[in-house]
């Protein structure tokens, strides 16, 4: 069956922008993640759905950062006012149920912010 | 000190070579993951596991819960494991704490 999908691949945008990073998650996978990857860094956790419960947003690395996920299913990560530093690939995960569940990566999201 | 440590960071293997890949963590989890992930970017889930060993293939991964130590090891290592590895620990809030990844160059 379909993977976990993202869009767009890569997204350029100018500094002050704001973006939105799409996830489709696999099907009937109730868990969803939201992390990043800068450059030459490893991975940070950013936000994370289980079902209809409110998500744990502590990951997320200020206020202009804000996820949502419609209906149990796709999520949408908002990034406003974009910065410099903003620049990293941006990944999303889903598992069948919760953390003990084996997570399913997406090919990820490059944003650049020039 | 990083809540999850991988050793050693760059490793250059001769193919059919057998490697280790170590993880030390100092967080309390439930579960540890390892992930594989190649030049292109993608991430693919290998393991997952809380306790004694799992094989998978050519692939196997041990933990050691008393000790907060796992190790991923590859036996007759090919140009096609070339990849970076990185060890993931399962927090109490249910995300993953990431390891910076082992860098693993495997030569013909």
């Known amino acids: 069956g379909a993977g976990v999908s993202q869009s767009p691949s890569n997204k350029v945008t100018e500094k002050g922008k704001d973006v939105e990073l799409r996830c489709d998650p696999i099907?009937?996978?109730?868990?969803l993640y939201w992390y990043r990857q800068s450059l030459g860094q490893g991975l940070e956790f950013l936000i994370y759905f289980q079902g209809n419960s409110a998500p744990d947003k502590s990951g997320l690395p200020s206020d202009r950062f804000s996820a949502e996920r419609t209906g149990g299913s796709v999520s949408t990560l908002t990034i406003q006012r974009t910065q410099q530093e903003d620049s990293a690939v941006y990944l999303c995960a889903s598992s069948l149920g919760g953390p003990n569940y084996e997570q399913y990566f997406g090919p990820g999201t490059r944003l650049t912010v020039t | 000190k990083n809540e999850v440590e991988q050793s050693p960071q760059n490793l250059t293997a001769q193919e059919g070579e057998f490697i280790t890949i170590n993880c030390s963590y100092s967080v309390g989890i439930s579960a540890l993951h390892w992930l594989q992930q190649h030049p292109g970017g993608g991430i693919v889930s290998l393991f997952m596991l809380s306790s004694g060993k799992k094989k998978h293939g050519r692939l196997i991964a041990t933990i050691n819960i008393q000790e907060k130590h796992s190790s991923l090891h590859i036996t007759a290592s090919h140009p096609r494991d070339s990849a970076v590895y990185i060890c993931?620990?399962?927090?109490?809030?249910?995300?993953?704490?990431f390891g910076k990844g082992t860098k693993l160059s495997v030569k013909p």
């Open positions: 993931a620990v399962l927090g109490s809030q249910g995300n993953l704490i």
């Open positions: 099907s009937g996978h109730t868990a």
